[in-house]
T-cell receptor
């Protein structure tokens, strides 16, 4: 099946700093989503972005499908940005919305 | 309800016990998924329903795992003869439509510990 790798595995930021999280995937996809898992375990959808660039407040994401990677940018980080960020992809042959998740990037934003 | 609801939130089972985990998706959502998340890892796909039809169960780890959605709304994930390696968070998710562009909404999960 499709492989998803995220880097870095862990990230410690000072409040106000910017950061970039990367997601590499091994095959063509028609579905790519970024999620944030808060410390209580709730997964929140941030972006649906199989290609192109999107922005939502301090977060933005870019997917270059032809090169099989996606980037999530966090600007002016806040302590509430702490948690685990997951990239999840759906291969073209996947049924419905089936997603394969990466291992996540654990982000800690210090005040 | 407003979101995906799962119950129980926490379950401690003795090894060999059967457990049933319930998921109430967002009303009207066609697609329903179950994922398993071990500590420190990303969620792993278990099974997918489109209405009442189970279209993909390729992620179920063994025949001890069984899922159903008989009326196309509420779903139950059943684990028979639980083992310690079944300890994980079981996440349910739903989406309105069938295609990849539909936003997926996750519940808060059922945390299962097998002792």
């Amino acid at each position: 099946g499709i492989q998803v790798e995220q880097s870095p595995p862990d990230l410690i930021l000072q409040e106000g700093a910017n950061s970039t999280l990367r997601c590499n995937f091994s095959d063509s996809v028609n579905n790519l989503q970024w999620f944030h898992q808060n410390p209580w375990g709730q997964l929140i959808n941030l972006f649906y972005i199989p290609s192109g660039t999107k922005q939502n407040g301090r977060l933005s994401a870019t997917t270059v499908a032809t090169e099989r990677y996606s980037l999530l940018y966090i600007s002016s980080s806040q302590t509430t940005d702490s948690g685990v960020y997951f990239c999840a992809v759906g291969g073209i042959k996947a049924a419905g919305n089936k997603l394969t998740f990466g291992g996540g990037t654990r982000v800690l934003v210090k005040p | 309800g407003a979101g995906v609801s799962q119950s129980p939130r926490y379950k401690v089972a003795k090894r060999g016990q059967d457990v049933a985990l319930r998921c109430d998706p967002i009303s009207g959502h066609v697609s329903l998924f179950w994922y398993q998340q071990a500590l420190g890892q990303g969620p792993e796909f278990l099974t997918y329903f489109q209405n009442e039809a189970q279209l993909d169960k390729s992620g179920l780890p063994s025949d001890r795992f069984f899922a159903e959605r008989p009326e196309g709304s509420v779903s139950t994930l059943k684990i028979q003869r639980t083992q310690q390696e079944d300890s994980a968070v079981y996440l349910c998710a739903s989406s309105l439509g069938r295609g990849p562009g539909n936003t997926i909404y996750f519940g808060e999960g059922s945390w299962l510990t097998v002792v």
